[in-house]
Nanobody
Framework: QVQLVESGGGSVQAGGSLRLSCTASFYTGNRYCLAWFRQAPGKERERVAAIYPGPNGAVNTYYVDSVKERFTISKDNVKNALILQMNDLKPEDTAMYFC?????????????????WGQGTQVTASS
């Protein structure tokens, strides 16, 4: 069964840190685009960060402007997990965070390409 399971959400004070983890039931290797999305009540879903293969074995990352210099996306290939380290959390980061995957077919994955989703984990940063 193809499955993504997130963990690591919680509640922190503004300025605090959280580390989200997403474990896949299938081997992701360098064959998938992997991303973290978030959705706050009343707002559209937003791609926060992504990590994806590139030509000649390159690994590329993407961050939405609002989290640059604060969030870091990475992969733990031993555990087959996707990690999101979130530092200096702000109240506006409060949302449900989802892990997502899309098979890499030689082009950059766009939001609509992601077709495997986790159940989500809540992140709350209070002022």
């Amino acid at each position: 069964q193809v499955q993504l399971v997130e963990s690591g959400g919680g509640s922190v004070q503004a300025g605090g840190s959280l580390r989200l983890s997403c474990t896949a039931s299938f081997y992701t290797g360098n064959r998938y685009c992997l991303a973290w999305f978030r959705q706050a009540p009343g707002k559209e879903r937003e791609r926060v960060a992504a990590i994806y293969p590139g030509p000649n074995g390159a690994v590329n990352t993407y961050y939405v402007d609002s989290v640059k210099e604060r969030f870091t996306i990475s992969k733990d290939n031993v555990k087959n997990a996707l990690i999101l380290q979130m530092n200096d959390l702000k109240p506006e980061d409060t949302a449900m965070y989802f892990c997502a995957a899309s098979e890499y077919i030689g082009k950059t994955c766009v939001d609509d390409d992601y077709d495997i989703w986790g159940q989500g984990t809540q992140v709350t940063a209070s002022s």
